[in-house]
């Protein structure tokens, strides 16, 4: 794929950073998840299972969304579905101020959702448009840019919303096992209030950018066409004909669960393991931090030094290597290897668009959608990871094990989800990215 813009290459920058803001946007609005997740455990009294529906709310939008977002786009173009994406984020955060009065689970979910569907409309149209603004073998480095951006605003915001929800939790779950039904509702509907001044400045910045957007100096690019048929072969007619992209969906999938997986659950993992909440809220950083110091390495060494491929490659056994640490320690140790799977995971992303988009052609934005689609591993998988701790906690506790160490035993057994999650990825890294196409 190549660009098809009547400007120059050196152009490209102004665009590159307008499209880096927009991720430092859904950075920001993703990673506030890893704080949302202990806090509406807390106000809405959830089990860990129930509680990471805050990530199924937000990523399972992507399934819903992604095939309309593509049709969207096709019609009205990229520039003006960006813009209708932040304000239907706008819109959705305008939501937590009547699930905050109301305090019901539901409506929070609801809120997040609807951001999640403006998130796909906007990474629908922002992730193809980086991938194809120049050469597809230096995608990853446009790519890795972006994610940059991306966790350095999910690490302000965790920061941020850590402070706001999460300061004096552990001696509000002390109090509230004490008090009455009435007062603990009153602590937990002002708790619930929390909420409702930051969503409310969230949602005027995300119309006002919605607006500004409009206004960008975006040029229009599209994919290269396929390339005509030789001595008979069948020209490629159909979705289906690109195995390569479908096992690239697999992979994507599966990479933004595990991702999703390292950033959400390590607040509430320093907590199983008596670690005070005032240390956990900032966990989410150490794993995003991370992921910025592989992105910025990546800018640098793709595609120069080494091919997407190869970092795929790395990625995957790094991640594999990880897993098992995670689950063989205890302690800040252990909390220190989640934090690491920012590194196995930074690169997953920005590999794995070029090698799944390769000789789409036509088909770019439709398999652009399905890409996007795969994002709602970030719905599937945690919510599996929550269910390992509780049905693992539950066998503990029948087993006579005090409920301390057998939640900290227990959050880290479910840390083994991971482990085929990144053998599928090596496979995609070292063949599956190649079923399907002809050999030049």
């Known amino acids: 794929m ?6 120059p290459k050196n152009n490209a920058i102004i665009p590159i950073a307008i499209i880096a803001g927009l991720f430092f946007v859904f950075g920001f609005v993703t990673w506030i998840n890893g704080a949302l997740i202990p806090f509406m455990k807390t106000i809405n009294e959830l089990t860990d299972a129930q509680s990471y529906l805050v990530a199924s709310a937000s990523y399972i939008s992507f399934v819903v969304m992604a095939l309309p977002a593509s049709y969207i786009i096709n019609k009205i173009g990229f520039r003006k579905g960006m813009s209708l994406g932040l304000i239907i984020m706008a819109l959705g955060a305008l939501i937590f101020i009547p699930a905050a009065g109301a305090r019901t689970y539901w409506v929070f979910l609801a809120g997040i959702f609807i951001q999640g569907a403006g998130m796909t409309l906007l990474q629908t149209a922002s992730n193809p448009y980086i991938t194809i603004l120049g050469p597809i073998e230096s995608a990853a480095k446009r790519i890795a840019i972006m994610g940059i951006a991306n966790k350095v605003a999910g690490g302000l915001g965790s920061v941020i919303f850590g402070a706001i929800l999460l300061s004096g939790i ?5 109090k509230l096992s004490t008090v009455d039904a009435t007062e603990k509702a009153n602590i937990l509907n002002t708790m619930a209030d929390s909420v409702v001044t930051p969503y409310i400045i969230m949602a005027i910045v995300l119309f006002i950018l919605g607006v500004l957007i409009r206004k960008a100096p975006l040029p229009h690019v599209e ?7 030789k001595d008979g072969e069948k020209s490629k007619t159909s979705i289906f004909q690109f195995p390569h992209l479908w096992l690239g969906v697999l992979a994507l999938f599966l990479y933004v669960g595990v991702e999703v997986i390292a950033g959400d659950t390590i607040i509430s993992y320093g907590i199983a393991l008596d670690i005070p909440v005032d240390r956990a809220k900032f966990f989410t950083l150490f794993t995003l931090m991370a992921m910025v110091a592989t992105y910025a390495l990546g800018v640098f060494l793709i595609p120069k030094y080494v091919s997407q491929a190869f970092a795929l490659k790395a990625s995957a056994v790094l991640g594999i290597i990880l897993s098992f640490c995670i689950v063989f320690t205890s302690g800040f140790t252990s909390v220190l290897f989640v934090a690491a799977l920012g590194i196995a995971n930074a690169l997953v992303w920005p590999a794995i668009w070029p090698l799944a988009l390769t000789g789409l052609g036509k088909f770019t934005k439709t398999a652009s959608a399905l890409l996007i689609m795969a994002i709602s591993g970030g719905a599937i998988l945690p919510p599996l990871y929550g269910a390992l701790v509780d049905n693992k906690k539950e066998q503990l506790l029948a087993s006579g094990i005090e409920e301390v160490p057998a ?3 227990a959050a880290s057994y479910g840390y083994w ?3 085929p999650c990144y053998i599928i990825i090596l496979y995609y890294a070292f063949s599956g990215h190649k079923v399907g196409l002809k050999k030049n």
Do not use: Q, R
């Open 2 to 7: 190549k660009e098809i813009n009547t400007k």
């Open 417 to 419: 989800i991971l482990l």
């Open 223 to 229: 994919a290269e066409p396929i390339v005509a048929s």
């Open 170 to 174: 552990d001696g509000m779950k002390d």
């Open 407 to 409: 939640m900290a035993e």
